[in-house]
């Protein structure tokens, strides 16, 4: 089963995504922080990077993004954020930011499942 | 290329609409200047008795004849000139016509008698006019060059060089000048042409002064509105995150991710799901109003409102098929025009009043929504038969927090920010909404709600938005 890094700051949305998300069978690591996040996920090597926009900075997980992108890291990312597109706020996924996909906060658990599976199931075939 | 342009002006879209507006002005006074020159040929020959020789007549009429050419191409060229500093710009074109007429005006006054013509004070105007639009060196150089070339005119008319074209029938006999009367006209002329572009320019430079403290002020303003409604998002934000949190806790539980739940349990824990709800559309509407406010200029383009309300209806359709809601689009339009706004801005908007008709109109209710056109404006009616609206409340329900007295006893969900929003949004597009209650469709028991909605249909083409482009290279 796909392994899963989730890196955001609130321990208890760390909690949730982690219980959803092991209760459909996938493995999951987690870091609090853009540093440790960025470590276990060049030591894991997961099949999807959970990351959340604002953790000490309001945009470090763009940079985080960015970041991975850059050290050729190119397994699908899902974002976390708490504004959207209901409130006037939209980003493109993969144009400003290179993500492939956003979970506004609070997290529903059913549609968390579903753009989790859509992703992975994209990258395995684009993987093939 | 010469710098004509102070660098302040640089990304100061006022300035160049105020150059570009400038130029227009100036193509259609020329238009009068050239017609009124042929018509001052013509008539004064039999009105005043003034006799113009053959080579008058012939060289007035080229004169008049190039003002005319010269001012077509230049209308022409103007919408085709860049506003790019760097470039050939509106501010060129403004130079090259002052030149261009300073030319033309020494050749009439030279054809109308030099010394003796009753045309030189026209150079006056041009120095008033050259000292609003020019930089400062460039029309003191300009005037330096006019009283040159005008006193060597005079000059060379004086020494037999030039001929003397004066208007005959202006003058009992043929006006002979001694020397002391050349130096004296010439020094005064000089005197009155420099005090002028002196005076002028001041006014000028003053006004402009005046105007870039203005525009400072209304920076800084912009900049203070900016930054509170950038702490204002912040911290709703900060609250937006604890409550997010424990919404998604209690949905871990709920959808029984950790384990089965009591029945009595899951109750309370689906009503404190609920209140955080709440809690999350009164964040999220704040949220809503400082972007507004944030936004400085908003992306407009072809929206087709007639979409948008069937977009909006759609998304509410489960909450008015919950309540057996009958929910009707009329559309009485012959040409479905569209307006020009910000699409989102206006999904808001619409999504917002659609969003209240699902809570505040009662079960077994109806809604009916009626698109009309009315000249320039598109008109939008959303008639209800819902709660309604007490007299007293009416005048209140755009204003921030304002919850009307009765849905306040209703126990509805809502932040009162819904509607100052929506009319935030339409006056944003030049429009306007009123609200009345009760409604066609009303009855004494639920007397239900009419909002009118006029937005008028932008026409692209307006001076502003031929002006306002974004400088090249900038």
């Known amino acids: 089963m796909a392994l899963i890094v989730i890196i955001d700051d609130d321990p208890d949305i760390i909690e949730v995504s982690t219980l959803v998300l092991k209760s459909k069978g996938y493995d999951i690591a987690t870091a609090n922080n853009p540093e440790d996040g960025f470590e276990i996920v060049n ?43 209901a409130i006037g706020f939209e980003y493109g996924a993969g144009e400003m930011v290179p993500v492939d996909d956003f979970v506004e906060k609070p997290i529903s658990p059913e549609q968390l499942v579903e753009k989790v599976e859509n992703l992975l199931k994209k990258e395995k075939k684009r993987s093939k | 290329m010469i710098l004509l342009v102070p660098k302040w002006a640089y ?132 005037c330096g060059i006019v009283i040159v070339m005008y006193s060597l005119f005079i000059f060379l008319q004086q020494v037999d060089i030039f001929r003397s074209h004066y208007i005959a029938g202006l003058y009992d006999q043929i006006p002979q000048h001694n020397l002391n009367y050349v130096i004296m006209f010439v020094l005064m002329f000089a005197a009155m042409m420099i005090v002028t572009v002196i005076l002028a320019n001041r006014i000028a430079s003053n006004l402009l002064k005046r105007e870039g403290e203005l525009r400072e002020t209304l920076d800084k303003i912009q900049e203070i509105e900016t930054a509170k409604q950038k702490y204002i998002m912040g911290v709703v934000h900060e609250i937006k995150t604890p409550i997010a ?89 012959e040409k479905k025009k569209p307006v020009f706004g910000d699409k989102d801005l206006l999904y808001l908007a619409i999504s917002n009043l659609i969003s209240n008709e699902a809570k505040y109109v009662n079960e077994n209710g109806h809604v009916k929504i009626e698109i009309s056109e009315h000249k320039e404006l598109v008109c939008i009616k959303i008639i209800d038969d819902g709660i309604g609206i007490p007299w007293k409340d009416i005048d209140k329900v755009f204003e921030q927090f304002y919850r009307a007295s009765n849905i306040k006893k209703q126990k509805t969900e809502g932040s009162g920010l819904g509607l100052s929003i929506v009319k935030e949004i339409i006056d944003h597009h030049d429009g306007e909404i009123k609200v009345e209650s009760p409604s066609p469709i009303g009855n004494a028991e639920s007397p239900g709600t009419l909002f009118i909605i006029h937005i008028p249909f932008m026409k692209e083409d307006t001076e502003k938005t031929e002006t306002v482009t974004l400088l090249d290279g900038l």
């Open chain 2, 245 to 333: 949190a424990v919404k998604s806790l209690i949905d871990l539980i709920v959808q029984k991710f950790i384990g089965p739940v009591s029945a009595e349990v899951e109750e309370k824990l689906l009503r404190a799901k609920g209140r955080c709800e709440e809690a999350l559309d009164l964040i999220n509407d704040v949220l809503r109003i400082s972007r507004l406010k944030l936004l400085q200029s908003t992306e407009k383009q072809r929206v087709f409102l007639i979409d948008l309300i069937n977009q909006a209806i759609l998304e509410r359709q489960e909450a008015f098929n919950a309540k057996n809601i009958e929910v009707e689009v009329i559309d009485y339009r």
């Open chain 2, 11 to 142: 990304n100061y879209d006022e300035f160049w609409i105020t150059i570009r507006r400038r130029n227009l002005w100036f193509i259609k006074l020329r238009y009068v200047a050239a017609v009124t020159l042929i018509l001052f040929l013509i008539i004064s020959q039999y009105l005043l008795n003034l006799e113009f020789d053959h080579v008058q007549v012939q060289a007035i009429s080229i004169i008049a004849l190039s003002l005319f050419t010269y001012n077509i191409t230049i209308h022409i060229v103007r919408p085709k000139v860049s506003i790019n500093p760097d470039k050939f710009n509106a501010m060129h074109l403004s130079l090259i016509q002052m030149v261009l007429d300073l030319t033309a005006l020494l050749l009439l006054v030279y054809y109308t008698g030099t010394i003796d013509s009753p045309i030189y004070v026209f150079f006056i105007f041009h120095m008033v006019i050259g000292s609003l639009i020019l930089p400062g060196v460039l029309i003191y150089t300009i």
């Open chain 1, 43 to 85: 030591k894991l090597k997961p099949q999807l990077i959970i990351l959340d926009v604002m953790m000490d900075e309001p945009d470090d997980g763009f940079f985080l993004a960015q970041k991975f992108r850059r050290n050729k890291i190119d397994i699908p990312i899902l974002m976390y954020t708490s504004v959207s597109k």
